[in-house]
């Protein structure tokens, strides 16, 4: 943990609860606006910090092959068949058939944005696949 932050578990408790917060906050604002760009930034701004501490941690280069715990070349193999496997979803539902029958991913977006919670949903899970890619 860095040295500015106070010891013990009560930040890890209180994280989800400031993640909700802020993803409401987040989903208040209007598409494109400076104001949805400075709070997005702000989220990459705690992503690269969180992933730079936690290297500084663990003391080991970013690259080489002893960059990762054993076991991670096998979880990166699964990502990749993941990404792929949702990337070819995508390229096939937009060139196959109108949107209402086979959706894109944006599509489905499109509609959860349309009102507050759902927004802060999408934020929030998106938040959550960040920690849980990087932040562990």
């Given amino acids: 943990m860095p040295r500015w932050l106070p010891p013990g578990r009560g930040l890890i408790k209180a994280a989800p609860a400031a993640a909700l917060a802020y993803s409401w ?4 604002t209007r598409p494109f606006s400076w104001e949805a760009g400075a709070l997005t930034v ?10 730079v501490t936690r290297r500084k941690q663990a003391r080991r280069p970013l690259d080489g ?8 070349l096998p979880r990166l193999r699964a990502w990749l068949v ?5 990337l ?12 209402r ?17 759902g927004k ?5 899970c998106w938040m ?8 562990r």
């Fill in 42 to 51: 702000v989220v990459y701004a705690a992503a690269v910090l969180l992933l």
């Fill in 120 to 124: 802060a949903a999408v934020v929030f």
């Fill in 101 to 117: 029958v086979w959706p894109t991913l944006s599509s489905l977006y499109d509609v959860l944005a349309l009102h507050r919670p």
């Fill in 25 to 28: 906050w987040l989903a208040g």
């Fill in 82 to 86: 993941a990404g792929t496997a949702v």
């Fill in 128 to 135: 959550a696949l960040g920690y849980g890619l990087f932040g």
């Fill in 65 to 72: 092959p002893a960059a990762g715990p054993p076991g991670t």
């Fill in 88 to 99: 070819s979803w995508e390229l096939v539902t937009l060139l196959s058939s109108p949107r």
